[in-house]
T-cell receptor
């Protein structure tokens, strides 16, 4: 079975631009969570979606938004990019919505110049 | 006080030794705990989870949980150079995982 997939792998954007990151969960998993990881830190929670509804939101500005589609794949959108948005963006897939046993995709490395 | 705390290390052990990684957490209501391994430039990989007090063993890995002390640890027996990575402790709550900053482990031959 395929694991969690994310695209693109790497991305370079300029300040002020917009970016869309994509994630497909493990087959049968209905929950997708997004995390941001900067160098030297643990991942920070951004959003959780379960059954196409937002179930949790971390302490991130409104420039960050996400959605989940009927096939349970998900998109993370970031508007008006700042240099500080440069990070590894991780998508995690889980069976339910309790946050337990989350499996991560390979991540998208975003660089903002 | 941070919700989940880990010593960032680096922790250096010789090949074949036991590596001990520690994590403390602030929420007394936490019921489950996860350990992830993250190689440089890669994403975190779930390697252990523990839900009840005591020890849980899986191959060379043992997770230990002490809820009274709000302390969870990961022991790696017979450490190998391939175990060199960052180890992240994570606590779930309301659908999200809260991570510590990770401990860098280096196993030298």
């Amino acid at each position: 079975d395929a694991g969690v997939t994310q695209s693109p792998t790497h991305l370079i954007k300029t300040r002020g631009q917009h970016v869309t990151l994509r994630c497909s969960p493990i087959s049968g998993h209905k929950s997708v969570s997004w995390y941001q990881q900067v160098l030297g830190q643990g991942p920070q929670f951004i959003f959780q979606y379960y059954e196409k509804e937002e179930r949790g939101r971390g302490n991130f500005p409104d420039r960050f938004s996400a959605r989940q589609f009927p096939n349970y794949s998900s998109e993370l959108n970031v508007n008006a990019l700042l240099l500080g948005d440069s990070a590894l963006y991780l998508c995690a897939s889980s069976l339910g919505n309790t946050g337990r046993e989350q499996y991560f995709g390979p991540g998208t490395r975003l660089t903002v110049t | 006080q941070k919700e989940v705390e880990q010593n960032s290390g680096p922790l250096s052990v010789p090949e074949g030794a036991i590596a001990s990684l520690n994590c403390t957490y602030s929420d007394r209501g936490s019921q489950s705990f996860f350990w992830y391994r993250q190689y440089s430039g890669k994403s975190p990989e779930l390697i252990m989870f523990i839900y009840s007090n005591g020890d849980k063993e899986d191959g060379r890995f043992t997770a230990q949980l002490n809820k009274a002390s709000q302390y969870v640890s990961l022991l790696i027996r017979d450490s190998q150079p391939s175990d060199s990575a960052t180890y992240l402790c994570a606590v779930p709550s309301y659908g999200k995982l809260t991570f510590g900053q990770g401990t860098i482990l280096t196993v030298h031959p």
